[in-house]
């Protein structure tokens, strides 16, 4: 095999309580990774970006490069390859963007070399194209946009490989992302992630372990209502909002035109609500629209379900 392509999906993170540790595939959006070996066995790595804004393509700096290399340095791998990167994810937006190039850059570079590695263990591998947005490795995104559905990151025990836990999202859950046209930082995750803070009250905590058992009682339940309930942020969301133009009204609209939880998908600015059938997704939708507009800022709306994840597509 020459080449390899793959896609995978766009994604939410941190669904309120679960910070870094739980992700939801969204059938929305999704980037598209092709490799290819060329001539020569020099290890050069050639990534081209087809993307609406510009975004890096150094191989040391570019997530799809992060992963690459990790991979081929781990594997002997010292092929020449040309990499093509087509985005379809916005990036900095808070949908999983960096996440959908790694987890699809993995897939496709297991499948050219024939690793056979399984899905959980290539998120290690994908999580390495996190360090070029959001400075750190967080699993959340790239583990929902891999192996697809909801998917709870076990990094409870911090000297051992996380693992993860996939479970099929309802049938009836609709989600709605409201994607505001505002400029990101360069680095946005790293951005959001430090206005965190470095403590937080036992009580916090209680709420937000209380919300986030909640949540995955709702998804192993298949229950949409019940993951709503749970979708309440004391922690994370609190100290982040200031930085979300709207974030106020738009939470309010879209509660009152009949979302049943709303938050910050990732680290924003975008917003996701959650709804059960999509009845009322259109007006959730241009409800939350407005809020943006309230605080002068135009947006794009998806209504989308939970996605499956990475695949091979040729
Ligand atoms: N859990 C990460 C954060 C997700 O909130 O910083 C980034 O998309």
């Known amino acids: 095999m020459k080449s390899c392509i793959a896609s995978a999906p766009s994604s939410t993170a941190n669904l309120g309580p679960g910070y870094d540790v739980f992700g939801l595939a969204l059938d929305a959006l999704e980037d598209t990774v092709k490799i290819t070996k060329v001539a020569g066995k020099e290890g050069r790595i050639n990534i081209e970006m087809e993307s609406e804004v510009v975004i890096p393509s150094d191989p040391h700096s570019n997530s799809v490069g992060l992963v690459v290399r990790k991979m081929a340095r781990e594997f002997g791998i010292t092929d020449n390859l040309d990499v093509h990167v087509k985005k379809g994810v916005p990036a900095g937006y808070g949908m999983g963007s960096s996440a959908a190039s790694a987890a699809a850059a993995a897939v496709a570079f297991n499948r050219l070399y024939s690793l056979k590695i399984r899905k959980e263990t290539l998120v290690e591998y994908a999580a390495e194209g996190e360090i070029a947005s959001a400075g750190a490795k967080h699993y959340d995104n790239v583990s929902a946009s891999l192996i697809g559905g909801f998917v709870i990151s076990n990094i409870n025990q911090e000297t051992t490989v996380p693992e993860f836990v996939r479970i099929d999202p309802p049938k009836d ?97 975008s917003m996701i609500a959650f709804l059960k059938t999509s009845k009322k997704a259109k007006k959730v939708a241009a409800a939350m629209a407005a809020g943006f507009k309230e605080a002068g800022a135009e947006s794009r709306t998806y209504t989308c379900k939970p996605s499956d994840g990475a695949r091979v597509t040729s």
């Open 173 to 269: 859950l609709v989600l709605v992302v409201c994607v505001p046209s505002v400029p990101v930082p360069a680095k946005k995750t790293e951005v959001a992630r430090m206005v965190l803070p470095k403590e937080v009250p036992l009580r916090s905590v209680v709420y937000n372990v209380s919300g986030a058992s909640t949540v995955v009682a709702g998804f192993a339940l298949k229950d949409v209502e019940i993951i709503a309930k749970g979708i309440n942020d004391v922690i994370v969301e609190p100290a982040r909002k200031h930085l979300i133009p709207g974030y106020d009204s738009v939470r309010r609209n879209a509660l009152e035109a009949g979302a049943l939880a709303v938050t910050i998908s990732g680290a924003g600015p």
